[in-house]
């Protein structure tokens, strides 16, 4: 399995703003499709944000659509997502997860099988 690390979770109150990284560890982005998914609590993980082995594709199902931005770095050793005007429904574990989904699998968590350790945000006042 490949190894991904998350980092930037933390509090963030209502209507800020938050980045998430996660780093390649001996791999490259650049050849597996790379998404964002959030656990809440006592909820099923969702997918957040998803981007597709060329780059060329993003897509942000659900809430974070038009308020998330995924993205990768020139190395091809981050993928970051960018999250504003956080609410508290935002709340939960973030992973990210590379593997190569089908197009109409790329926010389906079964379609991934390697995975960060996760990282919690928390909004809140």
């Known amino acids: 399995h490949l190894q991904l690390v998350e980092s930037g979770g933390g509090l963030v109150q209502p209507g800020g703003s938050l980045t998430l990284s996660c780093s390649a560890q001996g791999f490259w982005f650049d050849n597996y499709a790379v998404a964002w998914f959030r656990q809440a609590p006592g909820m099923q993980r969702e997918g957040v944000a998803c981007?597709?082995?060329?780059?060329?594709?993003?897509r942000y199902p659900g809430s974070g659509n038009g308020r998330f931005t995924i993205s990768r770095d020139g190395s091809g050793t981050k993928v970051y997502l960018q999250m504003n005007s956080l609410q508290s429904e935002a709340t939960g574990v973030y992973y990210c997860?590379?593997?190569?989904?089908?197009?109409?699998?790329?926010?389906?968590?079964?379609?991934?099988?390697?995975w960060g350790q996760g990282t919690q945000v928390t909004v809140s006042s």
């Open positions: 981007m597709s082995v060329s780059g060329n594709t993003k």
């Open positions: 997860a590379a593997d190569i989904p089908s197009v109409q699998a790329m926010y389906d968590p079964s379609a991934y099988d390697n």
